[in-house]
């Protein structure tokens, strides 16, 4: 049998290999406590790193578009345009065949053409009444083919395509593809004349060249240093002119900046009806 002194030495053993299990348990703990926060600092280190460089990185808000200058328009009507010398009446116009018709529209009757006298158009667009006056001493031709598109309804619902508000100031409409490429499908001659100067108030048509006149005009509100090579064939009243003057103030995208200048009207310019008054 073990002696007295043989129990003691095992007792004391046995707990020393307890009390060395338990400080390896502890050292053990204190390990993984401590492997833990160094992980929850390393992930919210990791987490702001990547937090702060992808603010660095997200573009910043575009910036709100320049505000357009303000637009100068003079408030004087130019002085009525008139001929130096009077037309004979009557007149011979021509509408030639000139490529495909933007819309389905037959070209007004040619021949003899009355060079006398006054026509009264009302334009209802979507802003407002632009109410115009043909003058058949200016231009027999271009005021016959307005007014025969007009009752065939060729401008309503279309829209004017192109503002300019600087150097040139007038509103282009007339166009139904609103491209400002489409026409009636005929052309007719120029009834230009030499000391012609163009104003606040003209309604001139537009051309791409000489004697190519269609369905396209353009309202002249301000300035307009132009070369007398557009017809003069009516002018525009007072009310339709502060309709227009709106229209500018309200600018343009600048779509045809880069070649003929100005853009698309900010707001949209639609005919509603074009009424030829009795």
């Known amino acids: 049998m073990p002696s007295n002194e043989q129990r003691r030495q095992a007792a004391k053993r ?16 204190r390990m993984i406590t401590a492997g833990t926060t160094i992980a929850v600092v390393i992930v919210v280190v990791v987490g702001v ?11 910043a808000a575009a910036p709100p578009p320049p505000a357009q200058p303000e637009i100068q328009i003079p408030t004087e009507l130019a002085p009525p345009p008139s001929r130096p010398t ?24 040619g021949g003899e053409v009355s060079s006398t006298g006054t026509v009264g158009v009302t334009m209802r667009t979507s802003q407002g009444e632009i109410p115009v006056t043909l003058d058949r001493a200016l231009a027999p031709c271009a005021v016959n083919s307005f007014v025969s598109l007009a009752e065939q ?5 279309t829209s004017c395509h192109r503002i300019s508000t ?10 139904p593809t609103g491209q400002g490429t489409g026409g009636p499908g005929y052309a007719f001659d ?9 104003g606040r108030g003209y309604l001139a048509m537009a051309n ?11 309202m002249v509100y301000g300035e307009a240093p132009l070369p007398p090579d557009y017809t003069v064939f009516g002018t525009i009243s007072e009310e339709g002119l502060q309709v227009i003057d709106e229209v500018a103030r309200q600018g343009h995208d600048g779509s045809f900046d880069s070649s003929a200048g100005g853009g698309k009207p900010n707001v949209d310019v639609t005919f509603e009806d074009v009424v030829v008054n009795a």
């Open 190 to 198: 120029d009834e230009t004349f030499p000391e012609l100067q163009y």
């Open 86 to 109: 009077p037309l004979p009446d009557p007149v011979s116009c021509e509408y030639r065949p000139e490529g495909e018709p933007a819309k389905p529209v037959q070209p007004p009757e």
């Open 49 to 59: 790193f990547y937090f702060t460089r992808s603010g660095e990185d997200t573009p």
């Open 208 to 218: 791409s060249g000489a004697n190519t006149n269609g369905s396209q005009f353009f």
């Open 14 to 29: 046995k707990l020393e290999r307890q009390l060395e299990r338990r400080a390896a348990q502890a050292k053990r703990r």
């Open 166 to 175: 600087e150097g040139l100031q007038m509103l282009q409409c007339g166009d």
């Open 153 to 157: 309804n060729y401008f309503d619902q």
